[in-house]
T-cell receptor
Framework: GEEVAQTPKHLVRGEGQKAKLYCAPI?????VFWYQQVLKNEFKFLIS????????ETGMPKERFSAKCLPNSPCSLEIQATKLEDSAVYFC??????????????FGQGTRLTVV | QQQVKQSPQSLIVQKGGISIINCAYE??????FPWYQQFPGKGPALLIA?????SEKKEGRFTISFNKSAKQFSLHIMDSQPGDSATYFC???????????FGSGTRLQVQP
């Protein structure tokens, strides 16, 4: 597709429940990124993939967060045992393999996760 | 530790005026500096970007000014329009890392 598709748009979970978010990158894009945007607009990088391989996971909380990008499937971000502080908008972005400087990332519309 | 500092937090400009948003960075290994525009309920969209070997880049009403020695860059929106009202984020990219480091955002309101 020509846009990054994220589902669902909204997700409400009780504390301790699992949350799973999905992202279909733009066709032909090799890199997928997950970012967390909290209420004060701050973006926090979580993880990136190059095709199905983890490229950079330095932003991922170690314990409850996991992510996958499997061939022929949407990428996913899963949060086990959600906490109130996980409430945020989660953005997925994808980019084509360009030269080092030209790295335009296209963002999806985000999934708003509310933990109650 | 915030590696990209953005100011102001909010900005009100009259229609036709110039909007100026500033960013400062710390890490000299950053080599790509994009600006993103975000409307409520939407994802950020790339507006304009610059490399550190260029001091200015202009695309339509949008200009990035880049000062490598001061480690600062700014976005200028000429002839600001109400449709420009959005949140603007500067960002920086480390070579080889591909993940963006964002500034904290500037909420721009252009009054008619």
């Amino acid at each position: 597709g020509e846009e990054v598709a994220q589902t669902p748009k909204h997700l409400v979970r009780g504390e301790g429940q699992k949350a799973k978010l999905y992202c279909a990158p733009i066709k032909g894009h090799s890199y997928v990124f997950w970012y967390q945007q909290v209420l004060k607009n701050e973006f926090k990088f979580l993880i990136s993939f190059q095709n199905e391989n983890v490229f950079d996971e330095t932003g991922m909380p170690k314990e409850r967060f996991s992510a996958k990008c499997l061939p022929n499937s949407p990428c996913s971000l899963e949060i086990q045992a959600t906490k109130l502080e996980d409430s945020a908008v989660y953005f997925c972005a994808s980019s084509r393999t360009f030269g080092e400087w030209n790295t335009e990332a296209f963002f999806g519309q985000g999934t708003r996760l509310t933990v109650v | 530790q915030q590696q990209v500092k953005q100011s102001p937090q909010s900005l009100i400009v009259q229609k036709g005026g110039i909007s100026i948003i500033n960013c400062a960075y710390e890490n000299t290994a950053f080599d790509y500096f994009p600006w993103y525009q975000q409307f409520p309920g939407k994802g950020p969209a790339l507006l304009i970007a610059i490399r550190p070997d260029v001091s200015e880049k202009k695309e339509g009403r949008f200009t990035i000014s880049f000062n490598k020695s001061a480690k600062q860059f700014s976005l200028h929106i000429m002839d600001s329009q109400p449709g420009d009202s959005a949140t603007y984020f500067c960002a920086a990219l480390l070579a080889g890392r591909r993940a963006l480091t964002f500034g904290s955002g500037t909420r721009l309101q252009v009054q008619p």
